[in-house]
C-alpha cells in the first residue's frame, strides 16, 4: 500500500494567526532564521503525518490476520478453495490450524479458553455446540445474511453457532464386499457382520458421538446399552476420529463403517463407480448439522464477523458439496453425483436440553461397554 504525502504550507489567510503565534520570536529575528523555522515546523509536521500514517498501515495490516480452528479433513478439503476466496475479499490473511477431529478441536477451545489463540472455529456440531456454549468458549453474532439459510430448523436460536452444512450419519459398505447390507440396527447385530463394522470414538470423534446419540434415539435411554454389547463383537476397532476410520476402510479392512449418507455420491464422483455405498437404517436417520462460530476473546473480531457472513454466501456454500460432502444450507444448485447419496426419509432426534443434562453420562456409559 503506498500513502500519498501532500506538503502541507502555510494557509496566507491565517498568515497574521501565525505570525501572532510566533511573534516573541519573529521580533527582531533576520528574514533568514524566521524561514529556517518555518522550514523546520513543516518538516515536523509531515514527519509526524507520516509517521501517523504508518502506524495506521500497520494496524490495518495487524487486523488483516483471521485464526481459523478447524477439524484435518476441512482444512484438507474445502479450506483449500474457500481461504483463498476470503483472502482475496476481505486483503487479509488467513492462519488455519486443525486438530483432528471435532472432538479435539472443542478439547483444545476449552484449554485455551483463558488465553484464546484462534478467531474463528469450523466444524462443531450441534452436540458439541451445546458443550462450547456451556464452557462460554464462544460469542453470539447474528449475520445479516442469515435469512439465506433454507431451514430455521438448523438454526441456533442463541446464535453461538451459524450453520454452514448438515447431513445424515450413515452405515456405508464396500459393495464389492458386501452384497445385502444391514437394512436396521438390528441386523447390524447378525453374526455374519463379526468384526466387520469400524466405528468412530465419541470422546473425540463428532460422527462418533452422533452415531452414540443416534442408538440413543432408536432404543431410548434404557435400551443403548444392551444394543451396544451385542454390537461390541461385529466391531473391527474404534477410531479417533472420522478421518482415520475412512482410511482402514478405503484400505479393505473392514466391509462396513459408520460415515455419511452421501458416501454413494462421493463413489461415483472420486471413482466413476457406486463402489461405497451408504444405508440409513429403516429406524429413521440422525441428522448431524455444523457449525461456524466466534471464540470469545477474539483479537480480530470484525473479521471474524465478515467470515461468519462470508460462510453462508455462494463463494463458500458451492464449494461444501464435492469438498465436504455435506448439504449446503443455502440454495445452491446440488451436483449430479448427489443423486447416489441415501434418501433421508425419516429424522429421528433428541431434545437439546436432554443431551446437554445426559450427553456425558451416556459417552461414559459407551466406554464402560467397549472397555469390558
Known amino acids: 500500500m503506498r500513502a500519498e504525502i ?69 482444512l484438507a478439503g474445502p479450506a483449500q478453495k474457500i ?22 478441536l472443542l478439547a483444545r477451545l476449552i484449554l485455551e479458553k483463558g488465553d484464546p489463540k484462534a478467531d474463528v472455529v469450523i466444524g462443531l456440531d450441534q452436540n458439541l455446540l451445546l458443550k462450547a456454549v456451556e464452557e462460554g468458549v464462544l460469542q453470539p453474532y447474528k449475520p445479516i445474511n442469515y435469512t439465506s439459510i433454507k431451514d430455521e430448523g438448523l438454526l441456533d436460536p442463541s446464535w453461538h453457532g451459524i450453520p454452514y452444512d448438515f447431513g445424515s450419519i450413515a ?39 452422533a452415531f452414540l446419540l443416534w442408538t440413543v434415539a432408536v432404543f431410548g435411554e434404557e435400551g443403548f446399552e444392551k444394543f451396544w454389547r451385542a454390537l461390541k463383537p461385529n466391531i473391527l ?6 478421518d482415520e476410520a475412512f482410511q482402514l476402510f478405503e484400505q479393505g479392512e473392514a466391509p462396513l463403517m459408520v460415515s455419511y449418507a452421501t458416501d454413494g455420491a462421493y463413489s461415483y464422483h472420486e471413482y466413476g463407480s457406486t463402489r461405497y455405498r451408504a444405508v440409513i437404517p429403516e429406524e429413521g436417520a440422525y441428522v448431524q448439522i455444523e457449525y461456524v462460530g466466534i471464540v470469545k476473546g ?31 444450507v443455502t440454495d445452491v444448485e446440488l451436483p449430479e ?11 429421528l432426534t433428541l431434545p437439546m436440553e436432554l443431551i446437554k443434562s445426559k450427553q456425558e453420562e451416556w459417552v461414559k456409559k459407551w466406554v464402560a461397554i467397549i472397555s469390558e
Open 83 to 104: 481461504f483463498p476466496k476470503f483472502e482475496r475479499m476481505y486483503d487479509c490473511t488467513v492462519k488455519a490450524y486443525s486438530f483432528g477431529d471435532a472432538g479435539n
Open 337 to 347: 453425483a448427489y443423486k447416489y447419496a441415501a434418501k433421508i426419509e425419516k429424522v
Open 298 to 328: 477474539s483479537s480480530n473480531l470484525e473479521l471474524a464477523k465478515r467470515f461468519v457472513e462470508f460462510v453462508l454466501m455462494d463463494a463458500f456454500q458451492k464449494e461444501l458439496p464435492l469438498t465436504q460432502w455435506m448439504y449446503p
Open 237 to 242: 476397532t474404534v477410531t479417533p476420529g472420522w
Open 171 to 209: 452405515i456405508v459398505y464396500d459393495s464389492q464386499e458386501v452384497e445385502s447390507p444391514p437394512r436396521s440396527f438390528q441386523d447390524l447385530l447378525d453374526p455374519r457382520w463379526r468384526r466387520s463394522l469400524i466405528v468412530e470414538d465419541p470422546r473425540t470423534s463428532s460422527t462418533g458421538l
Open 6 to 74: 501532500i506538503p502541507l504550507e502555510p494557509d496566507p489567510g491565517n498568515a497574521g494567526v501565525g505570525n501572532e503565534s510566533i511573534s516573541f520570536f519573529a521580533a527582531g529575528v533576520p528574514d533568514r532564521v524566521h524561514h529556517i523555522f518555518w522550514r523546520w515546523f513543516l518538516v515536523y509536521k509531515r514527519v509526524v503525518l507520516l509517521l501517523v500514517l504508518l502506524m495506521g498501515i500497520c494496524t490495518l495490516f495487524a487486523k488483516g490476520e483471521l485464526v481459523v480452528y478447524t477439524y484435518d479433513s476441512f
